[in-house]
Nanobody
Framework: QVQFEESGGALVQAGGSLRLSCVAS??????????VGWYRQAPGKRRELVVS???????NSAVAVKNRFAISRDDAKKTVYLQMNSLKPEDTAVYYC????????WGQGTQVTVST
């Protein structure tokens, strides 16, 4: 059962940038074989998949973040990154990482707040 720990969230002004990190642990299978995604949950909304990266490095992004967010991975460090640029107030949410499709085990997430 894989576990993830997210970090890097902060309060940032609209138009700013932020980089999130996610470290995997307790993996029963090789991290390098996993498709991993960043998810977010805004207040009063359902958790949604924002962007994902496959074992081969292919990425998929939600329309709302396309050309603004970029996901990358370092398999040696069992870490996935989310570079967020041109942030908007509607990007405010708790950000989580998990496999894609997700497992039932979620980390605590990291709060991103974008002010106007």
């Amino acid at each position: 059962q894989v576990q993830f720990e997210e970090s890097g969230g902060a309060l940032v002004q609209a138009g700013g940038s932020l980089r999130l990190s996610c470290v995997a642990s307790a993996t029963s299978i090789s991290f390098s074989t996993m498709t991993v995604g960043w998810y977010r949950q805004a207040p009063g909304k359902r958790r949604e998949l924002v962007v994902s990266i496959s074992s081969g490095g292919g990425t998929n992004s939600a329309v709302a973040v396309k050309n603004r967010f970029a996901i990358s991975r370092d398999d040696a460090k069992k870490t996935v990154y989310l570079q967020m640029n041109s942030l908007k107030p509607e990007d405010t949410a708790v950000y989580y990482c998990n496999t894609a499709p997700s497992t039932l085990v979620w980390g605590q997430g990291t709060q991103v707040t974008v002010s106007t």
